[in-house]
């Protein structure tokens, strides 16, 4: 029975893609981050994934989300295939490929040199965790991994088919369905349930106008007093490749809200930085926003070449919220 969506007036019918490699895949990818969370990022990476006798199955791509530290294995499917022939052969062999250590070194490389090929991806995932890329990835490859299927009708047979694996792996079936538009086909619809809750962080303020500047913020939490002080130490090569200083749930407090400009005192006189990076649609003073220090360090960086991985720096409050010196212990 053909299914029609009305929306205002406007009526959109189901549409079935024929191809799943040709129609289908392209639209699940162009849609990803709708399904999986606006951090994430698709990458269709050709890659088997093979276990320990080398049997093996290649997915349609993978799914990474930072914020979330989530991998997704994602299989693009058509319920007109044979459920078991097909579907539950192909979860199958994932779910063998990624038991072997083997297969899961040759994700880590994989995705790294995906990554790194492209120059905005490169910038997202340095902007976006706390230390080296391939550590973090092998870190995320050590986890639990979930497989998504996502299939353009969840019928009772795929269900079935898919039941046994899915209580062994953490496996989910999404349908996807797409609608046409009647009188202008080329115009889609899609109906779908998102794989990730909207998470609203607490801020200091709705929808600001302007930046706010230190002396306008009502602070819900204990501020440094002058005088007191936090060591942070360089755990990543990437804090001194980009001059920054990474932050942690123990000394983030101690620093003003995201994107409110403090001031270093230094051997270099005086310099103006941040906390940074944190999602797009974080607002500028959120309090617990932002996982690192960054900004006009670079002069110092270049200056102090002993800085590297291991080493101490202190800073010192001088002035709560607006002034703090920098010094290596």
């Not at 959109?12 to 981050?33: G, R, T, Y």
């Not at 930046?211 to 804090?239: F, H, Q, T």
Request: aromatic share 8%.
């Amino acid at each position: 029975m053909q299914k029609t969506l009305l929306i205002d007036g406007v009526k959109f019918n189901l549409w079935i893609p024929s191809d799943e490699e040709k129609e289908f895949q392209p639209i699940v990818k162009e849609h990803s981050k709708d399904v999986f969370g606006k951090e994430s990022v698709y990458l269709d990476v050709p890659l088997r994934l093979k276990s320990e006798t080398g049997l093996g199955s290649e997915p349609d791509g993978f799914v990474i989300d930072p914020l979330k530290n989530e991998l997704y294995v994602v299989e693009v499917e058509l319920s007109r295939h044979d459920v078991y022939k097909h579907i539950n052969d192909q979860l199958t062999r994932f779910i063998n490929g990624l038991d072997s250590a083997t297969t899961r070194s040759n994700i880590v490389e994989a995705l790294f040199d995906e990554i790194n090929e492209d120059k905005s991806l490169q910038a997202f995932f340095e902007e976006s965790i706390p230390e080296n890329l391939h550590r973090w990835l092998s870190k995320l490859l050590n986890k639990p991994l979930t497989i998504v299927v996502i299939i353009e009708e969840k019928t009772q047979k795929v269900l079935e088919a898919c039941r046994i694996l899915m209580k062994s792996w953490d496996t989910k079936i999404l349908e996807f369905q797409t609608f046409k538009r009647e009188d202008a086909p080329t115009v889609h619809a899609h109906l779908f349930e998102p794989l990730y809750d909207q998470i609203i962080r607490p801020t200091l303020f709705e929808q600001p106008k302007e930046p706010l500047i230190p002396e306008k913020l009502e602070i819900s939490r204990s501020k440094p007093k002058a005088g007191d002080s936090v060591e942070i130490e360089l755990r990543s090569p990437s804090e001194r490749k980009f001059a920054l200083f990474n932050l942690n749930e123990n000394t983030r407090s101690f620093f003003p809200p995201y994107k409110i400009d403090f001031v270093l005192e230094t051997d270099l006189g005086s310099i103006k930085s941040r906390v940074t990076s944190a999602p797009g649609t974080t607002q500028v003073g959120d309090v617990l926003a932002g996982s690192r220090i960054q900004g006009g360090l670079v002069p110092w960086f270049k200056k102090h070449t002993e800085v590297n991985v291991g080493t101490k720096v202190r800073f010192e409050c001088i002035e709560p919220l607006k002034k703090y010196k920098l010094i290596i212990v």
